[in-house]
Nanobody, 113 residues
Framework: QVQLVESGGGLVQPGGSLRLSCAAS????????MGWYRQAPGKSREWVAN???????NYADSVKGRFTISRDNALNTVYLQMNSLRPEDAAVYYC???????WGQGTQVSVSS
């Protein structure tokens, strides 16, 4: 069955970096558009980035130029490199297959000095 397991979250100071990983099983990420979303306390889930089966990437304006989504098809893993983190980036980050409504359990990112 489809499984997605996020990791790599943690506490970082403003301006710092983190790399999130999303290990997928039960399907091939190479033939699916994969996405990262985030949800902060009291807010609705927000789209962050996606990568298509053809490798095209798209980003929310709020993260463009700071975040990079990528994938390793051999490892069946999707990544989100997050640089220049801001306090407003703090949230639980989820990866998934948006078209199929499949999501992982999320990983917490906290940005604070």
């Amino acid at each position: 069955q489809v499984q997605l397991v996020e990791s790599g979250g943690g506490l970082v100071q403003p301006g710092g970096s983190l790399r999130l990983s999303c290990a997928a099983s039960g399907f091939r990420i190479s033939i699916n558009t994969m996405g990262w979303y985030r949800q902060a306390p009291g807010k609705s889930r927000e789209w962050v980035a996606n990568i298509s089966s053809g490798g095209n990437t798209n980003y929310a304006d709020s993260v463009k130029g700071r975040f990079t989504i990528s994938r390793d098809n051999a490892l069946n893993t999707v990544y989100l490199q997050m640089n220049s983190l801001r306090p407003e980036d703090a949230a639980v980050y989820y990866c998934g297959i948006p078209s199929r409504g499949k999501w992982g359990q999320g990983t917490q990112v906290s940005v604070s000095s």
